[in-house]
């Protein structure tokens, strides 16, 4: 007679729901992370005073990951409301004048010589760089690598 005893199933019904829950909020988590990392590295090339890079911020609410750039000293006045400049170093500006706000003449240094003049005219504008959307797009090219290593790391 042939006799097969099965135990331990409760066990690993418990051990399998508890993962089932666990790896989404750890994947989620992990991936928020890769963009905020990527992010912060790809911004660093447009850094002076480091204001962009280090207002970065990402956070996990749930089963969703922010990635965002925070406002403290980034608002610069775009007709006449407040506006965080990381959408203008993101999406770029078409060609504009530039005019003094405070001061009789606009002045910006190249080098080591100090330039002035009343306004800029025909600025060019700025192509821009998606440096959110790039770094979204390179941790989505490695989906499948990070939920092979969260889903080792889980079990």
């Known amino acids: 007679m042939l006799k097969v005893s099965i135990s331990g199933v409760g066990e690993t ?3 399998l729901e ?6 989404p909020k750890h994947l ?6 890769e ?3 990527k992010a912060v590295k790809n911004a660093a090339k447009h850094t002076r005073t480091g204001r962009l890079e280090h207002n970065i911020a990402h956070r996990v609410k749930h089963l969703t990951g922010y990635v965002y750039v925070e406002d403290n000293g980034m608002l610069v006045s775009w007709k006449g ?7 203008f170093v993101h999406f770029g500006t078409r060609p504009h004048w530039i005019f003094p706000k405070r001061r009789a003449a606009l002045r910006w240094q190249k080098g080591d010589v100090f330039h002035f003049a009343k306004a800029v005219r025909r600025h060019p504008g700025y192509k821009g760089d998606p440096f959110m959307h790039n770094a ?3 941790v989505f090219n490695r989906l499948n690598e990070i939920a ?3 889903h080792n790391a889980a079990l």
């Open 35 to 37: 963009v905020h990392d």
């Open 13 to 15: 019904t418990l051990a």
């Open 81 to 87: 409301k407040p506006i965080n400049y990381a959408v």
């Open 148 to 150: 092979k290593e969260v």
């Open 136 to 138: 979204a797009k390179e």
């Open 18 to 23: 508890h993962y089932s829950k666990r790896f």
């Open 28 to 33: 989620i988590r992990r991936l928020t992370h």
